[in-house]
């Protein structure tokens, strides 16, 4: 993780939880109060994001904060609320909406940074001819995690339409199956492919089991352990050169 002021941390900690405005009817919250009472669930994303490889070395927790602050005070301004009163949980549907759109800001801020830090040329030789396992590990790491916790925002009981600018989605798994297809079998390509929604829905472990004929209380298990061996074999096989201009 980058280095950041520990007593900063703690105090912008205690700042937000005696800044925490009484509980009211939602429509009774001014702008201010609203993203006031959320900066606790940009505090707890940010804490994550901040203890991931996807972070490590590009943003400290506090920059990760600000960029999340600033994408909860975007979302406040976006929120339909003639479609949050047809939800059954308001609560659950605001910070369903605005959880989405502080993690898609966040992902997207780390990307820039990481875009934007310069790597000497003969730095970036050695990598492209040196087999970096790791490199190539958290490179899939963080494609599956992203993909997976993009599916939790979207199992959500009530969504609100999310106008925020996509990822390049189709691009990027059309190359995670050509990786698939060069290093994988067919059913360790099957079970990534419909585990991760590479070409399609993403399908869950009893349809995968089903597919490939797999029987049993244990079902669930062994589709976790194909899955888990294919994406170990991606891992094993695949050059990091192939994945260097993503990271």
Excluded at 104 to 133: C, F, Q, V, W
Excluded at 195 to 224: E, F, W
């Amino acid at each position: 993780m980058k280095k950041y002021n520990v007593k900063n941390y703690i105090r912008y900690k205690e700042d937000v939880k005696i800044s925490q405005p009484n509980d009211k009817f939602w429509d009774e919250y001014t702008r201010d109060e609203m993203i006031i009472k959320f900066l606790p669930l940009v505090e707890n994303i940010s804490r994550k994001f901040a203890t991931s490889q996807e972070a490590s070395g590009v943003m400290s927790i506090m920059d990760i904060i600000q960029e999340g602050s600033l994408q909860l005070c975007l979302a406040v301004d976006k929120l339909d609320w003639d479609k949050l009163i047809e939800s059954e949980d308001i609560e659950k549907s605001i910070k369903s909406f605005y959880a989405k759109r502080i993690r898609g800001g966040i992902r997207r801020a780390i990307d820039k940074n990481r875009g934007t830090m310069r790597i000497p040329e003969h730095k970036l030789n050695e990598m492209r001819s040196t087999k970096d396992e790791k490199m190539v590990r958290m490179f899939f790491n963080s494609i599956f995690l992203s993909i997976d916790a993009k599916q939790e925002d979207e199992d959500m009981v009530y969504q609100i339409p999310d106008k925020s600018d996509p990822y390049n989605e189709t691009l990027l798994n059309a190359y995670l199956m050509s990786l698939l297809k060069k290093h994988l079998n067919e059913i360790e390509c099957f079970v990534l492919d419909k585990s991760y929604g590479l070409t399609g829905d993403k399908m869950p472990a009893t349809y995968i089991a089903s597919k490939l004929n797999i029987k049993g209380v244990s079902a669930y298990v062994r589709v976790s352990e194909l899955k888990k061996q294919a994406v170990e074999k991606l891992i094993a096989n695949v050059d990091h050169s192939q994945v260097l201009d993503y990271l």
